[in-house]
């Protein structure tokens, strides 16, 4: 099946500094790709879609200019927490859509980040 | 109400048991994921289903459209099944909606 991998799947961070996170389709082109945040014991939640060489869209609530995407080739996608704080600690995980062969939605395995 | 509901939150189980999650929605869907969330948060796609059953080694997972239910089954449970499992729709307007998750924990 079509797998979709994300960098760094730890990382550590002081407060106001910004973090990357990676997304990559390894086998499939993605047109679209998804961010989700986890908090502790609760369900996923859709932060924003970002569709390949336009802008994200996000949802309600998310501060765009903290979290920048960038979808830049079919294969990657990025997420740049800004000036990162302690509330912004959280698990991050994406997905990627295949229009080809599979048709699906698929998940990353996700990146947990901490921000002392 | 949620979109998608899971049964059992918590559910403990003796190593061997045969273990049943089950997943109801209430939206029209086009598919509906199983996904393995271990403890330090890693998840991992088990299945993705629009009818019928699916099986992969000791996992099973069914799915009735009509009464809007999913299932997914670990026959022989070890400890190392020992996660949390979420259930996930994708709606037909391709929103995707979550469970809060099965917490499973198999004692050895």
């Known amino acids: 099946g079509a797998v979709v991998s994300q960098h760094p799947s730890r990382v550590i961070c002081k407060s106001g500094t910004s973090v990357k996170i990676e997304c990559r389709s390894l086998d499939f082109q993605a047109t679209t790709m998804f961010w989700y945040r986890q908090f502790p014991k609760q369900s996923l939640m859709l932060m924003a879609t970002s569709n390949e060489g336009s802008k994200a869209t996000y949802e309600q609530g998310v501060e765009k200019d903290k979290f920048l995407i960038n979808h830049a080739s079919l294969t990657l996608s990025t997420l740049t927490v800004t000036s990162a704080h302690p509330e912004d600690s959280s698990f991050y995980i994406c997905?990627?859509?295949?229009?080809?062969?599979?048709?699906?939605?698929?998940f990353g395995p996700g990146t947990r980040l901490t921000v002392l | 109400k949620n979109e998608v509901e899971q049964s059992p939150q918590n559910l403990t189980a003796q190593e061997g048991e045969f273990i049943t999650i089950n997943c109801s929605y209430s939206v029209g869907i086009s598919a509906l994921h199983w996904l393995q969330q271990h403890p330090g948060g890693g998840i991992v796609s088990l299945f993705m289903?629009?009818?019928g059953k699916k099986k992969h080694g000791r996992l099973i997972a069914t799915i009735n459209i009509q009464e809007k239910h999913s299932s997914l089954h670990i026959t022989a449970s070890h400890p190392r099944d020992s996660a949390v499992y979420i259930c996930a729709v994708r709606h037909t307007g391709n929103q995707f909606y979550f469970g809060t998750g099965t917490s499973l924990t198999v004692i050895p």
């Open positions: 997905s990627a859509r295949d229009r080809g062969v599979y048709n699906e939605q698929f």
């Open positions: 289903l629009s009818s």
